[in-house]
C-alpha cells in the first residue's frame, strides 16, 4: 500500500493539555483554521449546523507506543480483551482521532466548540457539518463494558 500524506487545516486552541479520557462535557476549545490554506469563505454556511465532525491528530502518542492487537481498554482486567479497531483507544496505528461536538459559534477563520475530544495544539485534519442521514442507519448495540467506560467521558466536570 501507499503512504498517504495529509496536511493540517487548522489546529485546537484550548485548556487542556493533558488527554485525559473523561470529562470532555461542557469542555469549550477553538478550532484555529490555517490562514494560509483557507479564508474565511471556506467557513460560509457552516453555522447553519448545531454539530461537526473533527478529524484530528493524536500528536502527543508516542509512535513506539501504537497498539495493534488485543488488550483490555484503559488497562481494566475487569473488562474483555480487545482488538485495537474494537475500541478507540488513543494508541490507534494512524494515531487518528474523530470526534463529534457542538458548533457554538464562527467568528472568521476560528470555530468555537464544545465538547471537543482534541487537547490544545492537536493538528486538525478535516471539519465537516454533522448531517443526520451520516448517523448510523438501523439498530445501534455495543456491550456493556463499552457503555460503562464512556460513563463519565461526555460528563461535565463541575456536573
Known amino acids: 500500500m501507499d503512504d498517504v500524506m495529509v496536511r493540517p487545516v487548522g489546529i485546537v486552541r484550548g485548556p487542556r493539555t493533558e488527554p485525559v479520557d473523561d470529562f470532555w462535557g461542557g469542555e469549550i476549545a477553538a478550532i484555529e483554521l490555517d490562514s494560509s490554506q483557507f479564508g474565511p469563505d471556506a467557513l460560509v454556511g457552516l453555522v447553519e449546523f448545531s454539530h461537526l465532525e473533527v478529524l484530528f491528530h493524536l500528536h502527543q502518542v508516542d509512535p513506539t507506543q501504537i497498539q495493534t492487537g488485543a488488550d483490555h481498554p484503559r488497562g ?3 473488562w474483555p480483551k480487545v482488538g485495537i479497531f474494537a475500541r478507540r483507544s488513543k494508541a490507534r496505528p494512524n494515531r487518528l482521532a474523530l470526534s463529534r461536538c457542538r458548533l457554538l459559534r464562527v467568528d472568521g477563520l476560528a470555530l468555537t466548540v464544545e465538547g471537543l ?9 478535516d471539519i465537516k457539518p454533522y448531517l443526520i442521514e451520516f448517523g448510523p ?5 455495543q456491550p456493556q463494558w463499552a457503555t460503562e467506560m464512556m460513563r463519565y467521558y461526555y460528563a461535565d466536570r463541575d456536573g
Open 76 to 78: 481494566r482486567i475487569e
Open 137 to 141: 442507519r438501523g439498530e445501534v448495540r
Open 117 to 125: 475530544d482534541a487537547i490544545d495544539g492537536t493538528p486538525i485534519l
